[in-house]
């Protein structure tokens, strides 16, 4: 079974830093492509940042260009977000997602628990 498994998050000051972690196992990192996804109280789910198979590609959402870093250990199948300077706008729950190809030539997602970030003084 794919499980996720999301870890890092806390409470921080503006400005400050974390690095958020998702464990994964059921899969290879080899056949998906990784997000971290957060949502934020009473808004919509809205990706971060995504890493492809093989880590050689990012791509992020502008509001976190610059400040967030998406990177990936495919041998231990873990995906990381640092995160720097952050905002009081960045509180939400982050979730980390598994978008898996399939022998079929499709894909499908899979979501792990959230870990919630708040960034407060």
């Known amino acids: 079974d794919v499980q996720l498994q999301a870890s890092g998050g806390g409470l921080v000051q503006p400005g400050g830093s974390l690095r958020l972690s998702c464990a994964a196992s059921?899969?290879?990192?080899?056949?998906?492509?990784m997000k971290w996804v957060r949502q934020a109280p009473g808004l919509e789910l809205e990706r971060m940042a995504t890493?492809?198979?093989?880590?050689?590609?990012?791509n992020y959402v502008d509001s976190v260009k610059g400040r967030f870093t998406i990177s990936s250990i495919n041998h231990k199948n873990t995906v990381y977000l640092q995160m720097n300077s952050l905002e009081p706008a960045d509180t939400a729950v982050y979730y980390c997602?598994?978008?898996?190809?399939?022998?079929?030539?499709?894909?499908?997602?899979?979501w792990g628990k959230g870990t919630l970030v708040t960034v407060s003084s």
């Open positions: 059921g899969f290879t990192f080899a056949n998906a492509a």
């Open positions: 890493i492809n198979s093989d880590g050689s590609w990012t």
């Open positions: 997602n598994a978008n898996i190809w399939t022998p079929e030539g499709g894909s499908r997602d899979y």
